[in-house]
């Protein structure tokens, strides 16, 4: 008998059903969690740097964490949101290889799903200041991370399998391009593992080689190959990604940042913030305030 593992599980952050206007205009949004939305009325736009989608009635959007990616409304429109955190197993997102937008027609049971999980999750919106500057966020996150603690066995479950169900809806091989796992040698799949869960220590592009037993020159080749990226880029990006995780999440200065995700400095850590996203981290930081408020 062949056994399947869930891998991937969810926790949920926000829900709330929300009407907005042309103040809804941000650009360049990146975000450790996952947005997905219903539209019920009036129309808006989402883009990344590939895709530009209309949020019109009768839809649902996802996008993945640590997505790029503008959100505007000219007139009128009014949503249900969800914000929810990914956790795996080795450290891989379940949407690695697919940092896009997706959209899907609705469905009456999408809608029940919605519905339901704002009904079982009351007061888990997030418009509970309209000055960003006076929020604390490290409060606001341990405050979510308490309500679902406090959550009936009954409402956890309930809310894990919704995120699920809602989740599956993105992942048809029209618009899921999954990355076989069973074409990738094992010993960079290996090393992708080790990196995710090992951000905090020296992950030199030799000592990866040497872990797997090969040349270094080969393994890059071989790593680029089957990921798309030179190792030391995508080490780069997944401890970026764990940095912009932290901002949100924690209370953390950016020099304890650095040393959580591997950076021997604070300049260094900033120069490649910088690289990897476009802006600093005082400039990620501000931005992910006003889209939140």
């Not at 007061?123 to 409060?139: A, F, M």
């Not at 029209?174 to 869960?197: D, G, M, R, T």
Request: glycine share 4%; aromatic share 14%; hydrophobic share 35%.
């Amino acid at each position: 008998m062949i056994k399947r593992v869930l891998k991937h599980t969810f926790t949920l952050l926000n829900v709330d059903h929300v009407t907005l206007g042309p103040k809804w205009n941000y650009k360049n949004v990146i975000s450790p969690y996952f947005r997905l939305y219903y539209i019920d009325a009036g129309t808006g736009e989402i883009s990344d740097p590939s895709t530009s989608l209309k949020l019109e009635p009768g839809f649902l959007y996802i996008i993945p964490s640590f997505t790029l990616c503008n959100l505007r409304c000219q007139n009128h429109l009014s949503q249900f949101f969800i914000q929810f955190f990914e956790e795996s197993s080795d450290g891989i997102s379940l949407f690695a290889n697919n940092r896009s937008i997706f959209k899907v027609q609705a469905t009456a049971i999408d809608i029940m799903n919605f519905t339901r999980l704002l009904e079982i999750n009351p007061g888990r919106g997030i418009n509970r200041s309209d000055n960003p500057r006076v929020y604390e966020k490290n409060i606001f996150y341990k405050e979510y991370q308490e309500l679902n603690n406090r959550q009936s066995m009954a409402t956890f479950i309930e809310t894990h399998g919704i995120l699920l169900q809602l989740v599956s809806r993105f992942l048809t091989p029209e618009i899921f391009k999954h990355k076989e796992i069973s074409h990738i040698p094992v010993k960079i799949l290996n090393a992708i593992s080790y990196i995710q869960l090992n951000l905090h220590q020296d992950l030199s592009v030799t000592y990866l080689a040497e872990k797997a037993n090969q040349h270094t020159d080969y393994f890059s080749r071989l790593f680029q190959q089957y990921t798309g990226e030179r190792p030391l880029r995508y080490i780069h990006e997944k401890r970026i990604e764990r940095a912009q995780y932290l901002m949100v999440t924690t209370g953390m200065t950016y020099a304890e940042i650095a040393t959580q995700t591997g950076f021997e400095n604070i300049f260094y850590f900033s120069k490649i913030f910088k690289k990897i996203t476009g802006m600093s981290p005082g400039h990620y930081k501000k931005q992910i305030d006003l889209v939140n408020f």
